[in-house]
C-alpha cells in the first residue's frame, strides 16, 4: 500500500516551500507460525488422528485426510497461530505423546 513518505514538501500559508516532518503510523502484524506434525514409523494412525481432532480442533474425516498426509508426505502443516498459541499447541502434543510413550513429533517455525 502506498504511504506519505517522512518528509514531504508543502506549501504553507505564505506559500512558501516548507519540509513538514510527519509521524508515519505503520501497523505490525504478530508473525503467525505453522505448527507442523513430523511422520514416524510407530505412533498409530489412530493416535495422530485424536491429537488432530482433540488439539487442533480438526473434524474426524478431515483429521484422517491430514494424518495420511503426513504419513505420506513426511510432515504436513497442521495449522498457524500466534507464536504462544503454536508454542502451547506444540508443547500439549509432544505431552500428550510422551505420556502414551509415542514418539510423535511436533514443531513450529515461523511462517
Ligand atoms: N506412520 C505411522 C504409522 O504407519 C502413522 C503416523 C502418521 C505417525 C502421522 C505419525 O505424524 C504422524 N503407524
Known sequence: MPRMSDKEDRRDDD???TTLLETR???QRPPLYKV???NDDYTPME???LVLERF???SHAQAF???LTVHKKGLAVVGVFSHEIAETKVAQVMDFAQRHQHPLQC???KE
Do not use: A, P, R
Open 107 to 109: 514443531t513450529m517455525e
Open 47 to 49: 493416535f495422530v488422528v
Open 56 to 58: 487442533f480442533g480438526i
Open 36 to 38: 507442523m506434525l513430523l
Open 15 to 17: 506559500g512558501d516551500s
Open 65 to 67: 485426510e491430514l494424518m
Open 25 to 27: 503510523t505503520k501497523t
